[in-house]
């Protein structure tokens, strides 16, 4: 999970994503706190520091394989305990979650396929320009909304790649 506090959390598996986030959440007068979870074992602790701290919000901002794994129960424990929460992977929509917003993974593989095909012709892969995500998708699950009691504006939905009612 992230830095958590008692404005928000963010996902601190990724120190530069956090760094970015911190930026924004100091410009905007929120505290935030990473917690961090490594391990299988580290799971329950951080949603117990959530419960225990009174957040307000959840930000998962980057691929974690722990927590992608548990994603199910990440997203059990965010509808059971209300707190709304954003993810980067459309996966935890599917598991349940809130909202999601991140570089589009189908994109990301058939992207990589051309540097394989690259590479298999003879390229160096020390060579290859890197490249960012030029695919973002925004996926928004109407029902855990509501069951949270948001209401989410027109113009949101509207530029959502996908809308789960």
């Known amino acids: 999970m992230g830095e958590q506090g008692r404005e928000g959390v963010d996902v601190v ?16 007068k929120l505290d935030i706190r990473s917690i961090e979870v490594r391990r299988m074992e ?16 959840l ?9 992608f794994a548990n994603r199910s129960k990440v997203a059990g424990f965010v509808a059971q305990t ?14 349940g979650g809130f909202m999601a ?8 593989y058939r992207r990589a396929v051309g540097y394989v095909a690259k590479i298999l012709r003879g390229a160096k892969p020390a060579d290859l320009p890197v490249e960012r995500p030029t695919k973002f998708e ?11 009691g948001l209401t989410i ?13």
Request: charged letters at 25%; zero cysteines; glycine letters at 2%.
């Open 13 to 28: 598996y990724a120190p530069l994503e956090y760094r970015e986030t911190e930026t924004v959440a100091r410009r905007l």
């Open 42 to 57: 580290d799971l329950d602790g951080a949603l117990t520091v959530l419960t225990q701290e009174r957040v307000n919000a």
């Open 59 to 67: 930000i998962l901002a980057a691929f974690n394989p722990v927590l």
């Open 82 to 95: 209300r707190l709304p929460a954003i993810y980067a992977q459309k996966e935890y929509i599917d598991a």
């Open 101 to 108: 917003y991140g570089p589009s993974v189908s994109d990301l």
């Open 138 to 148: 925004l996926v928004i699950n109407l029902k855990t909304a509501k069951s949270l």
């Open 153 to 165: 504006p027109q113009s949101l939905l509207v530029r959502a790649d996908e809308v789960i009612q």
